[in-house]
């Protein structure tokens, strides 16, 4: 499985952008998507998830302005950030939880180790 991410950029404070993260090989249907952020010197922090079954978390930092999404005909999941703050700035990873259950719609992994594979990052800087 590889994950492609994009959309990051400079934004004001304020702004918004959408971020994409293409799926190619594996099920992507089954499969839960995240999306994790990171500042240097810091570890991964969990930004929101989506199960197959579209449920999804939020962490408290971005509930109420990210929305996460996901298009299974297209292999992609979205990450939609409104009222961008500074302290968002970081560089932004989706990551694919590969199920093997036999139900797969209500998996909402939480913890980064659960994730089977991780994309490059792209990276979103909002500005003052």
């Known amino acids: 499985v590889q994950l492609v991410e994009s959309g990051g950029g400079l934004v004001q404070a304020g702004g918004s952008l959408r971020l994409s993260c293409v799926a190619s090989?594996?099920?992507?249907?089954?499969?839960?998507m995240g999306w994790y952020r990171q500042v240097p010197g810091k570890g991964r922090e969990l930004v929101a998830v989506i199960s197959a079954g579209a449920r999804t978390y939020y962490s408290d930092a971005v509930k109420g302005r990210f929305t996460i999404s996901r298009d299974d005909a297209k292999n992609t999941v979205y990450l939609r950030m409104n009222s961008l703050k500074t302290e968002d700035t970081a560089m932004y990873f989706c990551?694919?939880?590969?199920?093997?259950?036999?139900?797969?719609?209500?998996?909402?992994?939480?913890?980064?180790?659960?994730?089977?594979?991780w994309g490059q990052g792209t990276q979103v800087t909002v500005s003052s």
């Open positions: 990551a694919t939880y590969v199920c093997s259950k036999y139900v797969c719609d209500d998996v909402l992994p939480l913890n980064e180790y659960e994730y089977d594979y």
């Open positions: 090989g594996g099920i992507f249907r089954l499969n839960a």
